[in-house]
């Protein structure tokens, strides 16, 4: 992939996985190339926390219990040619009595794919992986805010969730519109 983002701009898919302090996990990664020059990346970890709401990066070791800190990557470098594919495995494992619950599994660019101002960029791209170790999930909604459509504006559905659980949750739902006689109308 192309393009020059910050790390959080960058983590382009998520993945949820459950399991047991101690226990190791093998994930296969792929990178396609969809630009017409050779791009070479080395892998690495970050730890991913949540640190008032917001997803926070942190380098592998710097905090007590690192899931990062265990990854071993196989390759450790790769080398994708135009219109090919890279693959790697990662392997790390849950370190007992972590409070961590997230790594991002990163391709670091070390092409330089373009300069603007004097200034050089590469392109990274990474996979967040998300690790639940026990059932303490639990959601507080607040109050919906419905905005009606306008001639300028579509109608907006909006609701803020919260996760007060100490497990982390990819959330999801849905919306649905009923006439005054209770007909589905969307």
Do not use: C, Y
């Given at each position: ?6 790390l ?10 459950s399991?047991?302090?101690?226990q190791?996990h093998r ?5 396609t ?5 050779e791009l ?7 730890d991913v926390?949540?640190d008032?709401?917001?997803?926070t990066?942190i ?7 690192s899931?990062?800190?265990t990854?071993?990557f196989?390759?450790?470098e790769v080398?994708?040619?135009?219109g090919e ?7 790390f ?6 409070n ?7 391709f670091r660019?070390?092409?330089v ?9 590469t ?9 639940r ?14 905005s009606?459509?306008t ?12 996760n007060?659980?100490?497990e982390?949750?990819v ?11 209770g007909?589905?109308?969307?």
């Amino acid at each position: 992939q192309s393009g020059a983002r910050t790390l959080k701009e960058a983590v382009s898919e998520a993945m949820m996985l459950s399991g047991q302090p101690g226990q190791a996990h093998r994930q296969q990664l792929r990178l396609t190339n969809h630009t017409s020059r050779e791009l070479a990346f080395r892998l690495e970890a970050q730890d991913v926390v949540a640190d008032e709401g917001r997803r926070t990066f942190i380098a592998a070791g710097e905090r007590p219990g690192s899931i990062a800190a265990t990854a071993v990557f196989s390759p450790k470098e790769v080398v994708v040619a135009p219109g090919e594919v890279g693959i790697a495995d990662v392997t790390f494992t849950l370190p007992p009595g972590s409070n961590v619950r997230g790594i991002a599994a990163i391709f670091r660019g070390r092409t330089v794919v373009g300069t603007q101002n004097g200034v050089a960029m590469t392109a990274s791209l990474g996979s967040l992986i998300t690790f639940r170790l026990s059932d303490n999930v639990r959601l507080e909604g607040g109050a919906t805010d419905v905005s009606a459509q306008t001639d300028t504006s579509n109608m907006t559905v909006s609701e803020w969730i919260t996760n007060v659980g100490s497990e982390p949750v990819v959330a999801g739902g849905a919306a649905a519109f009923l006439n005054e006689a209770g007909a589905l109308i969307g």
